[in-house]
């Protein structure tokens, strides 16, 4: 039988993905500490009787539902991986903190690459035709790619995704669509390679 304290951190980390709210915005709509959040929800901790009470409100759903354990072997069985969204990167902190992570979305193991993945949605149109806004762009954590590929590179807390052109010296991130301009990072620059971008999907 699962510890209640585990039981609750999954089906807290369930309904935040089936809602889309992260931990940063569940913290700050419930008025808790982000840390005391990410405790119950990593299930170090848990909640007194009346933060439970405000997490069911919350989510609208009982208390009992909210603290039972329903653990099923379903996704086990079939290899079903949860990828996190990428959401704003916070200063100083790992691409694949909580405090950066939007949502998730599961996806059949079998059919993604080996390594750590993240998604990112696009939000301009420096790369169509080969990307359209709104698309969501599967990236495998790497801090190297070969010349030519696209690639998710911070810069200044931002996270761009544009086609690595390598140059004796540095390198350019050139847009497919040619309305923007590239951006020409010297190795001075502060900047890094997060990953490399290997599948992009669009909802109709």
């Known amino acids: 039988m699962v510890d209640g304290k585990y039981a609750l951190a999954k089906n807290l980390e ?16 419930l008025d808790v500490k ?18 439970i009470s405000q997490l069911a409100s919350y989510f609208n759903v009982t ?3 909210l603290i039972t354990d329903h653990t099923t072997p379903t996704d086990t069985l079939y290899g079903i991986v949860s990828i996190p969204v990428i959401g704003t990167v916070t200063a100083g902190s790992p691409i694949l903190s909580d405090e950066n992570i939007d949502g998730y979305i ?15 949605r696009i939000k301009d149109q420096s790369m ?7 698309s969501l762009v599967l990236v495998k ?14 810069i200044d807390d931002v996270v761009t995704l544009r086609r690595v052109v390598k140059t004796k010296n540095g390198i350019v991130l050139s ?30």
């Not at 982000?34 to 933060?51: C, H």
């Open 175 to 204: 847009p497919d669509n040619r309305v923007y301009d590239p951006v020409v990072i010297s190795p001075e620059d502060a900047h890094s390679i997060l990953g490399k971008a290997t599948r992009a999907t669009r909802d109709l």
């Open 63 to 65: 208390v009992s539902a």
């Open 106 to 120: 599961k996806e059949v193991k079998e059919n993604l690459p080996v390594g750590n993945l993240f998604y990112l």
């Open 128 to 134: 169509e035709s080969t990307i359209k806004v709104g």
């Open 34 to 51: 982000y840390s005391t959040l990410s405790d119950w929800a990593n299930g170090r901790t848990y909640p007194r009787v009346n933060a």
């Open 14 to 29: 369930d309904l935040m993905h089936k809602r889309g709210i992260s931990r940063t915005k569940l913290a700050d709509d």
């Open 141 to 154: 954590q790497q801090s190297v790619v070969e010349n030519g590929e696209i690639a998710a590179v911070l």
